[in-house]
């Protein structure tokens, strides 16, 4: 045992020999079942019924568990191989006060994500779950990837076999809300109190509390998000008349446990109100996050705190609905009401909650030291020549955001100073998991491209790196952030293209960087930092024309690789760009290569853009127009492309070969990746690109020259 297990009935603590856990002193035992100790049970509940849990058991046992998922529901079931599989379901990792050398407690384990992903961060990790196949499965899960650091248990929350102050964090994700259900003794409130309280006192006193749920008077709330009974708008009902409705209704779902005539028992709360419950059950300290996807797939977090990050974040998302989609009334109003009024901050539809009890004494605050959160301070506050003391550490930074991807194992932050400026940038990956060699390979490479293009006209296009650091097994690489605005911002606003000066203008700018850059870039050409693109990838998607990219094609020139408006900040004062995410640069790319990413990623459309049933793809539908339709937007792709091949010494004649090598090499980028939704999705669209290339060339812009 990772950590000692309490003696139920004596409180002293338990051994573990001939398949029981035993108490020397009052010789109570319990059974140990396929190596999981179990101390209490519960009637089965979960995302699949149980018979489909069970073989999912039985199959994992005699194979990987991955393998198996994989095999069951990557394809069929898309959320569910995520809630399974992927580790970035805990992604908030980064973001816990505590260091490498603490000890985790995973109520409600389900099959194991959050499991193994806390173990691949910390000394200790203890994993209950009630439901016997869940349990299980996490055990086989756990010692298939040999992680020899997990304790999983079966147990309820109403016997926790654990001794006070054991504990540097807890884990409830999807659980509070249950509890209620869970407990027939007092109201669901009191029930929800009583077990923050019980936690609470097996935290140590630099613990924290991790909760993951669903906001009370969330936006989704009002829109007819299915709630916890299996109803609609019950949340957002007075508790009374929710149980009134519940009993007379009588809903039928999978996850309600407890009959009908019990009412509303599955409370939520609105961000006031979880501060408020918090608050009473002696945790003073509560800091919320919004996971825009849910708390359960928290691929994009930001910080409760972070009010312009927010804002910017919300307004893109309307913006990118409004050119895909068409602008919608329902979408203003929301906006308006949401954004325009503040409301935003109390109507998240998931938040995530880190909270902490009252300080006993002022050396507690000195564990949060070992945090990377802490780590990233101190090199912040070192770099501006600040003190380091324990108080800057806590008031002149926070982190604004994270971002990550399902799989990827890369998270990016945004260090925010008190004032709301964004200070820093960082990338943060873990040393366990698959690809951690490349973020120290591209940290090098951001170096060497700062170096290689400082000069006056360059000065400023990429960001300034600053340091690498280590924590536990996470590594993470430090930049200044970038000036200027994202050029996707910009290039989403339903109002963009009215202006073709100002279009103009950019890409003229961008295209301008680019032959400006090309010199100073092509110098690391031989830099084994600089891996060159795999021969293999200029094999043409499968087409019914055998057509194969010309050898003028390969060059040895090296550019961006990923150089989407996504990536691209622009300063309209300074009249200059800056360029982030350097990691797939390398040499080898098809001349152009860059740029014709650039204008891939315009999503331009001169009647706008609509998805319908019969034209699903707007990806496909604003390639076929920038590329292959008379449009002011073609002529001016065309006519600085002809001035790129100019500048650059390259074939114009050559255009139509470039762009196919363009198709090729992206589709072949993508299907490289182990991205599960890039793979599903961008491989295809870049293979569909190519067929109708090849099927409408003569029509394409390129073919004039």
């Known amino acids: 045992m990772n950590v000692p297990h309490k003696c139920l009935k004596c409180g002293e603590t338990l051994g573990q020999a001939d398949g029981w856990t035993k108490c020397k002193s009052c010789k109570s035992k319990w059974p140990v079942n396929g190596g999981i100790p179990t101390y209490d049970a519960a009637k089965y509940f979960g995302e699949i019924s149980q018979e489909q849990m069970q073989s999912l058991v039985s199959a994992a046992e005699n194979k990987h568990w991955r393998s198996v998922a994989q095999e069951r529901f990557q394809k069929t079931n898309t959320e569910m191989y995520q809630y399974i599989a992927d580790l970035n379901r805990a992604c908030w990792i980064p973001l816990l006060p505590l260091g490498p050398e603490s000890t985790v407690l995973d109520v409600g384990c389900g099959l194991g994500a959050l499991t193994h992903a806390l173990a691949l961060n910390y000394d200790r990790v203890v994993s209950i779950e009630p ?174 705190s972070n009010y312009a990050g927010i804002t910017k974040y919300c307004v893109h998302e309307r913006n990118y609905a409004d050119r895909l ?36 004494n002022t050396t507690t605050q000195v564990a949060i030291t070992d945090s990377l959160e802490s780590a990233i301070k101190k090199t912040l506050l070192a770099a501006a020549g600040s003190s380091v003391g324990t108080s800057k550490i806590a008031s002149d930074y926070y982190i604004g955001s994270l971002v990550t991807h399902p799989f990827k194992n890369k998270s990016v932050l945004e260090v925010v100073s008190t004032e709301g400026q964004l200070q820093a940038v960082a990338k943060v990956s873990n040393e366990k998991l698959p690809g951690i060699e490349n973020i120290e390979r591209n940290y090098h490479k951001l170096m060497r491209i700062h170096s290689t293009l400082q000069g006056a006209s360059l000065d400023g296009s990429i960001p300034a790196p ?46 301008s960087w680019i032959c400006g850059s090309n010199d100073r870039l092509g110098r690391l050409t031989a830099d084994p930092l600089f891996e060159r693109v795999p021969s293999e990838w200029y094999a043409p998607p499968q087409t019914d024309n055998k057509v194969h990219v010309a050898s003028t094609c390969v060059t040895n020139s090296v550019q961006h690789g990923d150089f989407f408006p996504e990536n691209i900040f622009l300063d309209e004062k300074s009249h200059k760009i800056c360029v982030i995410d350097w990691d797939t640069c390398g040499s ?25 049933s019969a034209a699903p793809n707007t990806d496909f539908q604003s390639f076929r127009e920038t590329y292959f339709e008379r449009t002011w937007v073609a002529d001016l792709t065309m006519d600085l492309s002809m001035r790129i091949c100019g500048e650059l010494q390259l074939s114009q004649t050559q255009l139509l070969q470039y762009f196919k090598a363009y198709l090729t090499l992206r589709f072949n980028q993508f299907r490289s990746r182990q991205d599960l939704n890039e793979t599903n999705y961008w491989a295809p669209f870049y293979s569909e690109c190519y067929r109708y290339l090849i099927d409408n060339e003569r029509s394409c812009i390129f073919s004039r020259t």
């Open 131 to 304: 439901i016997v196949e869940r349990a299980a499965f996490t055990k086989v899960r756990v010692e298939q990837e040999g992680l020899k650091n997990v304790d999983v248990i079966q147990t309820t929350l109403d016997a926790l076999p654990f001794f006070d102050k054991t504990f540097d964090l807890i884990v409830l994700n999807g659980i509070l809300e249950w509890v209620g259900e869970w407990s027939r003794t007092g109201t669901p409130r009191e029930v929800q109190l009583d077990v923050l309280r019980k936690l609470r006192a097996l935290l140590k006193p630099t613990g924290a509390l991790f909760v993951g749920i669903e906001n009370r008077i969330g936006l989704d709330s009002f829109l007819g998000r299915i709630d916890h009974p299996g109803t609609r708008f019950t949340s957002l009902m007075p508790r009374w008349l929710a149980s009134t409705y519940i009993r007379l209704s009588r809903p039928d779902f999978y996850r309600t446990l407890i009959g009908a005539n019990k009412g509303y028992r599955t409370y939520t709360y609105s961000p006031k109100g979880y501060r408020k419950l918090l608050r009473e059950a002696g945790f003073p300290e509560v800091n919320l996050w919004w996971p825009p996807s849910g708390y359960n797939l928290p691929h994009v977090m930001y910080n409760s």
């Open 466 to 511: 600053v340091k690498m650091l280590k924590v536990g097994n996470l590594i993470a690489t430090i930049e200044r952030p970038a000036k200027g605005k994202r050029f996707i911002d910009l290039v989403m606003d339903a109002r963009y293209f009215s202006n073709r000066g100002r279009v103009q203008r950019h890409l003229e700018l961008i295209s």
């Open 325 to 360: 989609h068409g602008q919608s009334l329902r979408r203003r109003m929301k906006h308006l009401l949401v954004m325009k009024t503040g409301l935003i901050s109390h109507m998240f539809s998931d938040v995530i909650v880190l909270a902490k009890p009252a300080f006993t």
């Open 588 to 612: 080898g790319y098809s001349p152009l290569f860059d740029w014709f990413c650039l204008i891939t990623g315009l999503h331009y459309s001169q009647n706008g853009l609509s998805r319908t």
